[in-house]
């Protein structure tokens, strides 16, 4: 399963890329809700992470940007 984790917080996105890589999962991660929507459009995961309070598109707007 491939998941996509956004967060503006590095050390979060570490954390989880490890935890959930030795898990089995392939992780993909973008430090912004921009970097999510084009992650969305190339690797197409099956599951996002999102943090709803990032700067410049929030993560409701990428739900957004997603569903539309």
């Known amino acids: 399963m491939k998941l996509l984790i956004a967060?503006?917080?590095?050390?979060?996105l570490r954390a989880l890329r490890v935890t959930l890589g030795a898990r089995?999962?392939?992780v993909v991660t973008a430090p912004d809700g921009?970097?999510?929507v084009n992650a969305?459009?190339?690797h197409?995961?099956?599951l996002l992470?999102?943090?709803?309070?990032?700067?410049g598109l929030?993560?409701?707007e990428v739900i957004e940007?997603?569903?539309?």
């Open 58 to 60: 929030s993560g409701i």
């Open 65 to 68: 940007a997603v569903r539309g």
């Open 24 to 26: 089995g999962y392939e």
């Open 49 to 55: 992470l999102l943090d709803l309070g990032m700067p």
């Open 34 to 36: 921009a970097s999510a």
């Open 40 to 42: 969305v459009i190339e």
């Open 7 to 12: 967060d503006d917080d590095p050390q979060i």
């Open 44 to 46: 197409h995961p099956d």
